[in-house]
Each structure stands twice: as structure tokens, then as C-alpha cells.
């Protein structure tokens, strides 16, 4: 994984080492860390490394599949088979052992932020929910209320198919609809291998 100016002036430097493979998820808001998935998806982990040029990661969790980072900087989001389905977690960030919140009860994946930092948006099944958090005094989640059905994809982890815009609208990849009626007609061809032995003869 590597980091280059936007304009593309200087040489890129690398974030990583090895051949494991990396995706970033997220830049905390003092641009001083990048929290990014490595390993192969979708088992693997979440760790953080430096900016710029810091090659020597920090491990956050083994088991996350999928994470995001509140746009206060504060918590972290993440999609985690650990109780043996996939749940939507949230941690404290940056120490992420000093507590361990469980958001989703139905399966969640591909979770997000809004912008205030006060509602967490996942995938539930095909259903896209969203979750009032509390996070003072301490972190606290509401219930999960369902804001619409698919088909939409989500992703797939550690890439998120959606995102939340400045203003709270949602930002989604729709799923084509499958093709309402039958063709009207159908083409069979009889005896197609003489056909071919004729127009390819054997060598």
C-alpha cells in the first residue's frame, strides 16, 4: 500500500511491507493515521500505521472484517464474526481494548457513520437500518430501525459499496432489476457438431 500527493507530484512512498494484501478504510481527522484492512479479505484484520511513511503497522483486532472511524475520530465502527455471525462492534479509538459495545442483533455488515457522529448505518440482510448511538458519558446504542430494503450492495468487505454525503444523503450502488418477462423467442440448433466438423475440418 502506498500514499502519494494528489497531484501527483512526488515519488509514492509505501505504507506497508510484505506481500499481504491491504485495503484503506479510513484517515483519522488529524491526517496523522491510516486505519486499514490487511490480509485477505474477508478474514484478516484491521490495523493502523503512521503518515507518512510509517511501515510499521499497529495491530487494532485480528477478527475484524470491516471497519470505520466516526468523523469525531473517537470510535470505531467494525464488522466481526467473533460471536460466530457477522455483528456490527463498535471500540473506543485509538484504545481499542478499553471497551467492547456489540451495535447489531439480527447480523449487520458494511457499517458507516453520519457525519454528527451519532447514528451508525449497516447492511442488515438485504435491509439497510440505522442506529442511534450515545457516546457521553459512555458509549451506548439504541434500537436498529429499518430505513429501506435492496436491492443495493453493500460491498464487499473490506470495500464499501455506499457512503454518507455531507448533507445525510445515502450515496448507493443499485442492483439492476432482473429481467421482467421471458425472451419471446428461442433459437435451437439441430446437428451442430457436423456444422462445426464442416467449417473446422480436423488436422
Known amino acids: 500500500m502506498f500514499w502519494q500527493a494528489a497531484d501527483g507530484t512526488g515519488a509514492a512512498e509505501s505504507l506497508t511491507t510484505g506481500d499481504r494484501q491491504a485495503w484503506p478504510l479510513a ?3 488529524d491526517g496523522k ?7 485477505e ?18 495491530s487494532l483486532n485480528r477478527t475484524y472484517a470491516d471497519a ?9 465502527a467494525y464488522q466481526s464474526n467473533e460471536s460466530g455471525a457477522d455483528q456490527i462492534y463498535v471500540r473506543p479509538f485509538p484504545n481499542v481494548n478499553d471497551g467492547h ?11 458507516a457513520w453520519s457525519r454528527s457522529s ?7 440482510g438485504t435491509a439497510f437500518v440505522a442506529v442511534p448511538v450515545q457516546t457521553t458519558p459512555s458509549f ?6 429499518k430505513l429501506f430494503d435492496g436491492p443495493y450492495f453493500p460491498g464487499l468487505p473490506p470495500v464499501h459499496g455506499y457512503d454518507v454525503a455531507p448533507d445525510g444523503r445515502f450515496l448507493m ?25 464442416a467449417r473446422v475440418p480436423a488436422k
Not at 33 to 39: A, D, M, P, Y
Not at 118 to 124: G, Q, T
Not at 140 to 145: D, E, H, I
Open 173 to 197: 450502488i443499485k442492483v439492476p432489476e432482473r429481467q421482467a418477462s421471458a425472451p419471446q423467442s428461442i433459437i435451437v440448433v439441430l446437428n451442430w457438431i457436423e456444422e462445426l466438423k
Open 41 to 58: 479479505a474477508p478474514s484478516g484484520g484491521v490495523d493502523a500505521v503512521d503518515l507518512p511513511g510509517g511501515v510499521r503497522p499497529t
Open 140 to 145: 451506548v446504542a439504541g434500537t436498529a430501525t
Open 101 to 111: 459495545w456489540q451495535v447489531s442483533a439480527d447480523g449487520g455488515h458494511h457499517p
Open 27 to 29: 484517515i483519522t481527522p
Open 118 to 124: 451519532r447514528e451508525l448505518f449497516y447492511f442488515s
Open 33 to 39: 493515521r491510516l486505519i486499514f484492512h490487511e490480509g
Open 68 to 76: 470505520t472511524l466516526s468523523p469525531d475520530g473517537r470510535w470505531l
